[in-house]
């Protein structure tokens, strides 16, 4: 299975780690396949820069050594694909 992991999950992950979070890293590296959007890796430094200066070597660092897929994400995306609740995710 792919397992997607957005921003949130991503910052606390590198930023606050902790016991909950390594197992769920370890399951999802071991069992599954880590997959990460382009929009979300922008979002993440984007804000880290803004909430956490000066922590954007250890994201970097995190990303370098985690083993994850990449998917492109398009800038700009026609209307009417999908809904969306929340307008700001």
């Known amino acids: 299975m792919r397992i997607m992991l957005d921003?949130?999950?991503?910052?606390?992950?590198?930023?606050?780690?902790?016991?909950?979070?390594?197992?769920?890293?370890?399951?999802?590296?071991?069992?599954?396949?880590?997959?990460?959007?382009?929009?979300?890796?922008?979002?993440?430094?984007?804000?880290?820069?803004?909430?956490?200066p000066g922590k954007r070597k250890a994201i970097d660092e995190y990303l370098l050594n985690l083993a994850y897929e990449l998917v492109y994400t398009p800038r700009h995306m026609p209307g009417g694909l999908f809904e969306i609740r929340d307008v700001n995710d």
């Open 7 to 52: 921003t949130n999950v991503l910052i606390s992950m590198i930023l606050f780690p902790g016991k909950a979070f390594q197992k769920m890293l370890d399951f999802i590296t071991r069992s599954h396949h880590l997959v990460l959007s382009s929009f979300v890796v922008d979002e993440l430094f984007a804000v880290v820069e803004r909430k956490f």
